[in-house]
Structure formats: C-alpha cells, structure tokens
C-alpha cells in the first residue's frame, strides 16, 4: 500500500500549518548561497499545496516571513521579497487551475509597494476559488496577531460596537487574522528544530505538533502523507480522559 493509501480520508485534519525550516542549512550543505534554498523551497511548497488539495484538505497556513526575518542581512531580506513575488506570479495558473484562493496574514503593506500589489492582485484573482485556501503568513507573528486583535478589541470597546463584558474566547478569535479559519489540527515543522517560532500561538492551543529531520527544500508528498499518518494514530484528548473519547 502506497504512503497516500495509508492516509485516512475520514480522519484528516482540516487545516494544516507549516514551518519551513531548513532552507538556508540545506543551501550551505551543498556549498551554495542561503538563497539558493529559498528558491528550492519554491518546489517544496508546490508539493505541499497540491498534496493537500488532492487529498481534500481545506486551509494550509505556511510561515513564509517571520517578523523577526527582518533581522536576517538585507540583502537575504530582498531576494527573498523579489521570490515571493516572482512565485506569486509565476504560481498563478496553478491556483487557478485547482481552484485554490490565495489568502495572507501578516501586516504584508511593510514588504513594499510591489510585493503588496502582487499579492493583492493574486488574492483578488483566486477569491473565488472553493477548493482551498492557502494562506501565506507573511511579516506575522503569533505576538503580533494577539497584539493587533487587542488593540482593535479595545478600539470597539470605547467605541461602544463591543461590550467588554461579552468578551470571551469566540469574540477574541473574530479579532485575530484567522477569523474565517478552523484552528490548525496539525502542525508540521521541518528541518528538525523543535520549536514554535511565536507562530499562530494563540491558534495552536490544541494542535498536534508533528517535527520532521526533512529540510525544507527536500520536502514531497510523501513527507506530507507521512506527518498525516502520524497525525491520524495520535488521540486528541482536549483535556478529557482516553475512556471518555472513546465512548
Ligand atoms: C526558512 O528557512 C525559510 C524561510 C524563512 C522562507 C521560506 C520561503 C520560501 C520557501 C520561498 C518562497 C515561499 C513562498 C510561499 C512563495 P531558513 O532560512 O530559516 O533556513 P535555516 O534555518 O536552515 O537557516
């Protein structure tokens, strides 16, 4: 039985994250520049969307520029925003052609005019496509979403639109970029590092975290098919007991 018929279809998650980690590691190894990796990663995100559209799954959120990226020499910085927007071009028909909407989170007017507008223009095009949404976390991070969900929180409370005593956790979540999202069921990070890199923090609460020694370039479907099969043998207990799930 092929990795792909091993995957349950009555048990998949409904919305996957990943953490494409390794790019620059899997450059050096073979003695190239980091960016080398970047655009290897390119072929490795295309292997994860269509996986995940084959097999029916409905969001997939990739952390493709971390808030703290800015950090990294800007020269990286610039050709990794030029990437991203080559690959937005370039990936278009793809989308189109599996119905797949490009959606973003992340204050994505700080990556420059161009950038922006192509990205724009690519969820434009691809908004009514049904069959799933990729989403691009771009300059996001989990802080920051908390951060931006508070203030607006706070806005609408002195404007009187929110009443501070109907706040909860469902008002909270309408305040967040993931708004129109189930949170994520699964989350995958390669490249071995076992963190979570201040991404969709308050999102992950229930997630199964699922790590993987697979630099990100290197990154197929089976990888995919192999986090899922993973994923499907854990039990999801949300606080209750084994006895109490299975009844
Ligand atoms: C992490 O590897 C990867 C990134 C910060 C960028 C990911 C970008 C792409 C895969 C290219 C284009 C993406 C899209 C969505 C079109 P790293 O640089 O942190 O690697 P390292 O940990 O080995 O240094």
Excluded at 21 to 35: E, F, P, S, T, V
Excluded at 182 to 202: A, C, F, K, Q, V
């Amino acid at each position: 039985m092929s990795l792909k018929q091993q995957v349950d279809p009555e048990k998949l998650p409904r919305h996957i994250a990943i953490i494409m980690d390794g790019n620059g590691r899997w450059a050096k190894k073979k003695g190239k520049l980091r960016i080398f990796g970047h655009e290897n990663g390119v072929k490795a995100v295309r292997e994860a969307t269509e996986a995940s559209a084959e097999l029916g799954i409905n969001y997939v959120t990739l952390y493709a520029f971390s808030s703290e990226n800015w950090r990294r020499p800007k020269r990286e910085v610039d050709t990794l925003i030029d990437l991203l927007i080559k690959t937005v071009h370039s990936e278009l028909k793809t989308l189109m052609d599996n119905s797949i909407r490009l959606n973003t989170i992340g204050d994505t007017r700080q990556l420059g005019e161009k950038c922006y507008n192509a990205l724009n223009l690519a969820k434009d095009e691809t908004k009514e496509n049904k069959r799933m949404v990729l989403t691009l976390a771009l300059n996001y991070s989990g802080r920051w979403d908390i951060e931006q969900a508070m203030r607006n929180v706070a806005y609408d409370a002195r404007e009187g639109s929110l009443d501070p005593e109907t706040i909860d956790q469902d008002v909270i979540k309408q305040y967040l970029t993931t708004a129109e999202m189930p949170d994520p069921e699964l989350l995958i990070r390669t490249s071995g590092e076992h963190r979570l890199s201040n991404y969709l923090l308050w999102q992950l609460a229930y997630s199964e975290l699922y790590f993987c020694p697979t630099f990100w370039p290197d990154f197929r479907k089976e990888h995919l098919y192999q986090a899922l099969i993973n994923y499907q043998s854990r039990e999801r207990r949300f606080g209750q007991i084994s006895e109490q799930i299975k009844k």
